[in-house]
């Protein structure tokens, strides 16, 4: 009695087993083309952005930016391009500093203010150092630190 009991329960342990795996099998299936579903849905959204902003071009080439470069223009979803009209007073268009070089942040001594304003006037206040260091038109006419006696070859 007891091996047949055992059989029993070994046949039905395996037809649970076997089960288990094919709904597993059923269950990646169904996982597998949900996610091909997805990524045609991401692709179709792309395309369709990309004919948004390719229609959205040609427009505002037919128009021949009568408008002077104003963004507000609604693509085909409704949603509009504007740029910010967020204006610094007082700050350099390439400080990265936030702003808060030219409030005097710091508690120097008087010794070093001389030293700080020499540093200000040639390097500036902080942010990007880039543009101040280039060669302009005047910068290059300019000839007041030059001599010639200085630039003629030495004998040697």
Same mark, same amino acid.
């Given at each position: 009695?007891?091996?047949?009991?055992?059989? %029993? %329960? !070994?046949?039905? =342990?395996?037809?649970?087993e076997t089960? +288990?795996?094919?709904? #597993?099998?059923?269950?990646? $299936? %169904? !996982?597998? +083309?949900?996610? *091909?579903? $997805?990524?045609?849905?991401?692709?179709?959204?792309?395309? &369709?952005?990309?004919?948004?902003?390719?229609?959205?071009? @040609?427009?505002?080439?037919? #128009?021949?930016f009568a408008?002077?470069?104003? %963004? #507000?223009? !609604?693509?085909?979803?409704? $949603?509009?391009?504007?740029?910010?009209?967020?204006?610094? /007073?007082? *700050?350099? /268009?390439?400080?990265?500093?936030?702003?808060?070089?030219?409030?005097?942040?710091?508690?120097?001594?008087?010794?070093? &203010? @001389?030293?700080? &304003?020499?540093? &200000? #006037?040639?390097?500036?206040?902080?942010?990007?150092?880039?543009? $101040? =260091?280039?060669?302009?038109?005047?910068?290059?006419?300019?000839?007041?630190?030059?001599?010639?006696?200085?630039?003629?070859?030495? =004998? *040697?």
């Amino acid at each position: 009695m007891e091996k047949i009991k055992g059989r %029993l %329960l !070994a046949e039905k =342990k395996r037809t649970e087993e076997t089960d +288990e795996r094919r709904k #597993s099998r059923e269950n990646k $299936k %169904l !996982a597998k +083309e949900v996610q *091909v579903q $997805k990524q045609r849905e991401r692709a179709k959204q792309k395309k &369709d952005d990309i004919e948004s902003v390719k229609t959205w071009r @040609k427009q505002r080439k037919q #128009s021949g930016f009568a408008d002077d470069g104003d %963004l #507000s223009m !609604a693509f085909d979803d409704g $949603k509009s391009f504007e740029r910010s009209s967020k204006k610094r /007073p007082g *700050v350099a /268009p390439g400080d990265r500093s936030g702003g808060k070089a030219r409030q005097g942040g710091g508690g120097f001594k008087k010794g070093f &203010d @001389k030293k700080r &304003d020499r540093k &200000d #006037s040639k390097f500036g206040f902080g942010g990007r150092k880039g543009m $101040k =260091k280039q060669n302009t038109a005047e910068t290059t006419n300019d000839f007041r630190g030059f001599s010639k006696s200085n630039n003629k070859k030495q =004998k *040697v």
